[in-house]
Protein backbone atom coordinates (compact mmCIF):
# COMPACT_ATOMS: atom_id res chain seq x y z
CA UNK A 1 0.00 0.00 0.00
CA UNK A 2 1.25 3.03 -1.40
CA UNK A 3 0.51 6.51 1.15
CA UNK A 4 1.38 9.71 0.42
CA UNK A 5 0.24 13.03 2.54
CA UNK A 6 0.92 16.55 2.43
CA UNK A 7 3.23 17.81 5.60
CA UNK A 8 4.29 21.17 7.41
CA UNK A 9 1.22 22.96 5.49
CA UNK A 10 1.37 26.61 4.36
CA UNK A 11 -2.13 28.31 4.91
CA UNK A 12 -3.58 30.93 2.64
CA UNK A 13 -7.02 32.78 4.42
CA UNK A 14 -9.19 34.98 1.74
CA UNK A 15 -12.39 36.01 2.36
CA UNK A 16 -14.34 39.29 2.04
CA UNK A 17 -13.57 41.42 4.15
CA UNK A 18 -17.18 42.71 5.04
CA UNK A 19 -20.04 45.19 4.13
CA UNK A 20 -19.18 47.50 7.26
CA UNK A 21 -16.47 48.95 5.09
CA UNK A 22 -17.41 51.81 2.28
CA UNK A 23 -15.01 50.69 -0.53
CA UNK A 24 -15.37 54.31 -1.65
CA UNK A 25 -14.83 56.04 1.75
CA UNK A 26 -11.99 53.77 2.11
CA UNK A 27 -10.27 54.98 -1.22
CA UNK A 28 -11.09 58.48 -0.43
CA UNK A 29 -9.48 57.88 3.06
CA UNK A 30 -6.08 56.27 1.68
CA UNK A 31 -5.28 59.71 -1.07
CA UNK A 32 -6.28 61.94 1.61
CA UNK A 33 -3.99 60.57 4.12
CA UNK A 34 -1.12 60.57 1.12
CA UNK A 35 -1.55 63.74 0.51
CA UNK A 36 -1.35 65.21 3.93
CA UNK A 37 1.55 62.75 5.03
CA UNK A 38 4.95 64.87 4.49
CA UNK A 39 7.20 62.83 6.57
CA UNK A 40 5.74 59.57 4.23
CA UNK A 41 6.69 61.33 1.40
CA UNK A 42 9.86 61.97 2.29
CA UNK A 43 10.33 59.18 3.57
CA UNK A 44 9.16 57.32 0.06
CA UNK A 45 11.27 59.82 -1.63
CA UNK A 46 14.79 59.16 0.67
CA UNK A 47 14.55 55.56 0.26
CA UNK A 48 13.37 55.52 -3.12
CA UNK A 49 9.96 54.11 -2.79
CA UNK A 50 7.31 54.18 -5.60
CA UNK A 51 4.13 55.50 -4.75
CA UNK A 52 3.35 56.26 -1.15
CA UNK A 53 3.26 53.88 2.41
CA UNK A 54 2.76 55.47 5.38
CA UNK A 55 5.06 52.34 7.00
CA UNK A 56 7.37 54.76 8.49
CA UNK A 57 5.59 57.98 9.21
CA UNK A 58 1.80 57.18 10.58
CA UNK A 59 0.53 54.84 13.40
CA UNK A 60 -2.23 55.70 14.48
CA UNK A 61 -4.75 55.05 11.47
CA UNK A 62 -7.56 53.97 13.51
CA UNK A 63 -7.06 57.19 15.24
CA UNK A 64 -7.26 59.82 12.55
CA UNK A 65 -10.07 58.02 10.36
CA UNK A 66 -12.76 56.39 11.83
CA UNK A 67 -13.11 54.46 8.51
CA UNK A 68 -10.00 52.61 9.72
CA UNK A 69 -11.44 51.99 13.28
CA UNK A 70 -14.22 50.32 11.26
CA UNK A 71 -11.46 48.33 9.25
CA UNK A 72 -9.74 47.16 12.18
CA UNK A 73 -12.85 46.06 14.01
CA UNK A 74 -13.66 44.16 10.84
CA UNK A 75 -9.66 42.81 10.47
CA UNK A 76 -9.80 40.92 14.24
CA UNK A 77 -12.60 39.25 13.51
CA UNK A 78 -10.67 37.62 10.37
CA UNK A 79 -7.43 36.81 11.85
CA UNK A 80 -9.45 35.37 14.98
CA UNK A 81 -10.62 33.47 12.58
CA UNK A 82 -7.69 31.89 10.77
CA UNK A 83 -5.53 31.82 14.14
CA UNK A 84 -8.27 29.54 15.13
CA UNK A 85 -7.76 27.68 11.18
CA UNK A 86 -4.09 27.52 12.52
CA UNK A 87 -4.69 25.74 15.46
CA UNK A 88 -2.54 28.28 17.55
CA UNK A 89 -2.42 27.79 21.24
CA UNK A 90 -2.51 31.23 22.57
CA UNK A 91 -2.00 30.10 26.51
CA UNK A 92 -4.21 32.99 27.16
CA UNK A 93 -3.17 35.44 25.48
CA UNK A 94 -4.12 37.32 22.25
CA UNK A 95 -3.11 38.42 18.49
CA UNK A 96 -3.45 41.85 18.74
CA UNK A 97 -2.66 44.72 15.87
CA UNK A 98 0.75 46.19 15.67
CA UNK A 99 0.63 47.98 12.65
CA UNK A 100 -1.20 49.18 10.00
CA UNK A 101 -0.15 51.23 6.80
CA UNK A 102 -1.52 52.20 3.58
CA UNK A 103 0.37 51.22 0.50
CA UNK A 104 -0.36 53.16 -3.24
CA UNK A 105 1.63 51.45 -5.59
CA UNK A 106 1.41 53.64 -9.66
CA UNK A 107 2.06 52.21 -12.77
CA UNK A 108 5.73 50.63 -12.66
CA UNK A 109 5.85 49.96 -8.91
CA UNK A 110 7.03 47.41 -7.44
CA UNK A 111 7.39 45.91 -3.51
CA UNK A 112 10.28 43.60 -3.37
CA UNK A 113 10.57 39.95 -1.43
CA UNK A 114 10.03 39.99 1.82
CA UNK A 115 8.87 38.44 5.04
CA UNK A 116 7.40 40.75 8.88
CA UNK A 117 9.65 39.60 11.37
CA UNK A 118 8.63 39.50 14.71
CA UNK A 119 4.64 39.36 13.80
CA UNK A 120 2.31 36.36 14.13
CA UNK A 121 -0.31 36.85 11.26
CA UNK A 122 0.65 39.02 8.85
CA UNK A 123 -2.14 40.49 5.89
CA UNK A 124 -3.69 43.37 3.47
CA UNK A 125 -7.33 44.13 2.12
CA UNK A 126 -6.95 46.01 -1.29
CA UNK A 127 -9.00 48.93 -1.93
CA UNK A 128 -8.30 49.35 -5.20
CA UNK A 129 -7.02 47.02 -8.04
CA UNK A 130 -7.39 48.33 -11.81
CA UNK A 131 -7.02 46.00 -14.58
CA UNK A 132 -3.76 45.07 -15.00
CA UNK A 133 -2.77 45.69 -11.61
CA UNK A 134 -0.06 42.70 -10.03
CA UNK A 135 -1.22 40.02 -7.99
CA UNK A 136 0.29 39.08 -4.80
CA UNK A 137 3.14 36.49 -5.07
CA UNK A 138 3.84 34.13 -2.73
CA UNK A 139 7.19 32.12 -2.06
CA UNK A 140 7.84 28.63 -1.16
CA UNK A 141 9.44 28.64 2.31
CA UNK A 142 12.06 25.67 1.67
CA UNK A 143 13.18 27.29 -1.71
CA UNK A 144 16.46 28.05 -0.20
CA UNK A 145 16.86 24.43 1.03
CA UNK A 146 16.52 22.77 -2.70
CA UNK A 147 19.92 23.33 -4.05
CA UNK A 148 19.67 19.95 -6.11
CA UNK A 149 15.90 19.60 -6.71
CA UNK A 150 14.80 20.14 -10.36
CA UNK A 151 11.74 22.53 -11.35
CA UNK A 152 8.29 21.64 -10.99
CA UNK A 153 6.02 21.30 -13.97
CA UNK A 154 4.38 24.36 -14.83
CA UNK A 155 0.75 22.71 -14.86
CA UNK A 156 2.17 21.19 -11.13
CA UNK A 157 -0.43 21.14 -8.56
CA UNK A 158 -0.63 24.46 -7.00
CA UNK A 159 0.53 22.99 -3.36
CA UNK A 160 3.73 21.53 -5.53
CA UNK A 161 4.19 24.81 -6.80
CA UNK A 162 7.60 26.94 -6.05
CA UNK A 163 5.80 30.15 -6.16
CA UNK A 164 1.78 31.10 -5.76
CA UNK A 165 0.30 34.17 -7.67
CA UNK A 166 -2.95 35.04 -5.81
CA UNK A 167 -4.81 37.95 -7.89
CA UNK A 168 -7.04 39.81 -5.03
CA UNK A 169 -11.03 41.53 -5.75
CA UNK A 170 -11.53 45.08 -3.90
CA UNK A 171 -12.75 44.11 -0.55
CA UNK A 172 -10.51 40.95 -0.25
CA UNK A 173 -9.02 40.12 2.40
CA UNK A 174 -5.88 37.75 2.77
CA UNK A 175 -3.91 36.59 5.36
CA UNK A 176 -0.52 34.59 5.83
CA UNK A 177 1.93 33.54 8.79
CA UNK A 178 4.33 36.32 9.01
CA UNK A 179 7.38 34.13 7.99
CA UNK A 180 5.82 33.15 4.73
CA UNK A 181 8.18 35.59 1.97
CA UNK A 182 6.18 37.42 -0.22
CA UNK A 183 5.68 40.11 -3.07
CA UNK A 184 4.12 42.70 -5.49
CA UNK A 185 5.43 42.32 -8.88
CA UNK A 186 5.30 45.47 -11.37
CA UNK A 187 2.00 47.11 -11.56
CA UNK A 188 1.13 47.14 -14.67
CA UNK A 189 -1.88 49.25 -14.65
CA UNK A 190 -2.23 53.32 -15.34
CA UNK A 191 -3.75 53.59 -12.48
CA UNK A 192 -2.95 53.33 -8.93
CA UNK A 193 -2.81 49.78 -6.89
CA UNK A 194 -3.98 50.90 -3.31
CA UNK A 195 -3.90 48.55 -0.26
CA UNK A 196 -3.76 48.10 3.37
CA UNK A 197 -1.39 46.05 5.00
CA UNK A 198 -1.24 45.34 8.56
CA UNK A 199 0.57 43.45 11.59
CA UNK A 200 -0.74 41.12 13.99
CA UNK A 201 1.60 40.10 17.34
CA UNK A 202 1.12 37.98 20.10
CA UNK A 203 0.76 39.42 22.92
Not at 70 to 86: N, P, R, S
Not at 90 to 110: A, F, H, S, Y
Request: charged share 25%; aromatic share 10%; with cysteine.
Amino acid sequence: MTDIKSLFVTRLYRAALGDTIDANELEASCYSIAEDDEAGQQWCEENGYPGYTSYASLTDLGWRFPIFAELIKALDKHVAAFAGDLEFNLDGRELKLEDIWINILPEGGIHTSHIHPHSVISGTTYVAMPDGASALKLEDPRLPMMMAAPGRKKDAREELRQFAYVAPEVGDVLLWESWLRHEVPMNMSEDDRISVSFNYAWS
